[in-house]
């Protein structure tokens, strides 16, 4: 879908123009490589340092805790430094977060990971602003292309992660520090931009602007599903194939499930922003990824159906999609970028709070009941809250 000719006019060359699309991708595709590069590497990591499992989880669970503490603390950097300036700057803390991660030693392992954290929930916040800013006419369209190439970030470095370290015999360290390079090739991409990105925002009360939130019903919503969806997203990640595994399906099987749940995740992210972005009321988008989720959940619920693939990628699908979704009701109702991006820090810090207990949660109901069919009733009812928020967020309405 080609950008507006209204939009290129009234706010620059066409040539500025998708090298900002651009910048943008080069963002979004470091927003998830540092993460997902660390998951495949887990057993080289314990072996190498003998942490137990209960100090590596922390490398997931810093980067959330830090994604839920400094979001809705964005804004405050913006209107020092714009979203230009801050978003260098956290391409900046990233490479140097990843370069500090793969040092020696157990401490750097640890700082390096809340570094990088800190540095994501920048872009995080800020990617949805500069859409609300730059694309507001094509929302839609520039959200599904820049959560899709998060995906793709993601499944690139769980993909290399291991040959990087069996193959070129670089090392788990070396392994994760490749990513400091990319972050450092956006770091240079962005650079111009720092000059065409002047801060011409409103300078409204940040302490109005945040009770204002707190007070809005709408905006409360766009963070429970913002939470919700970001819950289900991370069970699926931690525990998908822990299930199929107790299903009597292999570990190569279970882990093709899992990527396979990645790469319907992508095609949700591409599809269901850029179809909602064509709607000014995106309810029947919410009921329908409700039915498909329910249908995905309640077939891995009942393993005598078969067809496992099937309802992963439905799963997949819909997590994918919710995420872009989330995203964009950020964009699609707020009324200028300072708006949204106070908005995406609400939704954000409230969102991966809530995300965080996921996968600790439906993990400890499968150590009391010994099975997972209480722990998949659990989403189930995630999936029917997400349905209720949603609805409340999907309403052609501001905050």
Same mark, same amino acid.
């Given at each position: 879908?080609?950008?507006?000719?209204?939009?290129?006019?009234?706010?620059?060359?066409?040539?500025?123009?998708?090298?900002?699309?651009?910048?943008?991708?080069?963002?979004?595709?470091?927003?998830?490589? $540092?993460?997902?590069?660390?998951?495949?590497?887990?057993?080289? *990591?314990?072996?190498?340092?003998?942490?137990?499992?209960?100090?590596?989880?922390?490398?997931?669970?810093?980067?959330?805790?830090?994604?839920?503490?400094?979001?809705?603390?964005?804004?405050?950097?913006?209107?020092?430094?714009?979203?230009?300036?801050?978003?260098?700057?956290?391409?900046?803390?990233? $490479?140097?977060?990843?370069?500090?991660?793969?040092?020696?030693? +157990?401490?750097?392992?640890?700082? %390096?990971?809340?570094?990088?954290?800190?540095?994501?929930?920048?872009?995080?916040?800020?990617?949805?602003?500069?859409?609300?800013?730059?694309?507001?006419?094509?929302?839609?369209? *520039?959200?599904?292309?820049?959560?899709?190439?998060?995906?793709?970030?993601?499944?690139?470095?769980?993909?290399?992660?291991?040959?990087?370290?069996?193959?070129?015999?670089?090392?788990?360290?070396?392994?994760?520090?490749?990513?400091? *390079?990319?972050?450092?090739?956006?770091?240079? *991409?962005?650079?111009?931009?720092?000059?065409?990105?002047?801060?011409?925002?409103?300078?409204?009360?940040?302490?109005? $602007?945040?009770?204002?939130?707190?007070?809005?019903?709408?905006?409360?919503?766009?963070?429970?599903?913002? %939470?919700?969806?970001?819950?289900?997203?991370?069970?699926?990640?931690?525990?998908?194939?822990?299930?199929?595994?107790?299903? &009597?399906?292999?570990?190569?099987? =279970?882990?093709?499930?899992?990527?396979?749940?990645?790469?319907?995740?992508?095609?949700?992210?591409?599809?269901?922003?850029?179809?909602?972005?064509?709607?000014?009321?995106?309810?029947?988008?919410?009921?329908?990824?409700?039915?498909?989720?329910?249908?995905? +959940?309640?077939?891995?619920?009942?393993?005598?159906?078969?067809?496992?693939?099937?309802?992963?990628?439905?799963?997949?699908?819909?997590?994918?999609?919710?995420? %872009?979704?989330?995203?964009?009701?950020?964009?699609?109702? =707020?009324?200028?970028?300072?708006?949204?991006?106070?908005?995406? &820090?609400?939704?954000?810090?409230?969102?991966?709070?809530?995300?965080?207990?996921?996968?600790?949660?439906?993990?400890?109901?499968?150590?009391?009941?010994?099975?997972?069919?209480?722990?998949?009733?659990?989403?189930?009812?995630?999936?029917?809250?997400?349905?209720?928020?949603?609805?409340?967020?999907?309403?052609?309405?501001?905050?």
């Amino acid at each position: 879908m080609p950008i507006s000719q209204s939009d290129l006019k009234s706010k620059g060359s066409k040539t500025e123009r998708y090298l900002l699309i651009a910048g943008i991708l080069f963002i979004a595709f470091n927003l998830r490589s $540092a993460l997902a590069s660390v998951g495949p590497l887990i057993s080289h *990591i314990r072996s190498s340092t003998g942490l137990p499992n209960s100090m590596l989880g922390l490398l997931t669970t810093l980067p959330l805790i830090a994604f839920a503490v400094v979001s809705s603390f964005t804004s405050l950097f913006t209107r020092r430094f714009g979203i230009g300036g801050t978003l260098l700057g956290a391409l900046f803390l990233l $490479a140097v977060g990843i370069a500090i991660r793969s040092l020696n030693g +157990i401490v750097t392992l640890y700082l %390096g990971t809340l570094l990088l954290g800190i540095a994501i929930a920048f872009g995080n916040v800020l990617l949805p602003s500069l859409v609300k800013w730059k694309f507001s006419s094509r929302s839609g369209f *520039i959200t599904s292309l820049y959560v899709s190439v998060m995906g793709i970030g993601a499944s690139i470095a769980s993909g290399i992660s291991i040959p990087l370290v069996d193959r070129l015999h670089w090392g788990w360290r070396g392994s994760l520090a490749i990513w400091s *390079i990319s972050a450092l090739l956006a770091f240079f *991409i962005w650079l111009p931009q720092l000059n065409r990105l002047k801060n011409t925002e409103p300078n409204h009360s940040y302490r109005k $602007a945040m009770k204002a939130l707190g007070k809005s019903p709408v905006a409360w919503k766009i963070a429970l599903f913002m %939470g919700l969806q970001s819950l289900t997203g991370y069970v699926i990640l931690a525990w998908l194939p822990a299930i199929l595994q107790s299903r &009597g399906y292999n570990d190569e099987f =279970s882990g093709w499930m899992l990527s396979l749940a990645q790469v319907a995740g992508m095609a949700g992210s591409l599809v269901i922003p850029l179809w909602a972005g064509k709607k000014t009321n995106q309810r029947s988008i919410v009921a329908f990824l409700a039915v498909v989720e329910t249908v995905g +959940i309640l077939g891995l619920l009942f393993p005598h159906a078969g067809l496992v693939g099937v309802w992963v990628f439905l799963i997949g699908f819909v997590t994918g999609g919710t995420f %872009g979704l989330a995203l964009l009701f950020i964009v699609l109702r =707020s009324k200028d970028a300072q708006a949204t991006t106070e908005l995406s &820090g609400m939704a954000q810090s409230i969102g991966y709070l809530i995300a965080a207990t996921g996968p600790i949660i439906f993990g400890s109901l499968f150590d009391i009941t010994g099975n997972w069919n209480d722990s998949l009733i659990l989403l189930l009812l995630v999936a029917f809250l997400k349905l209720y928020t949603g609805l409340g967020a999907a309403k052609n309405r501001g905050l």
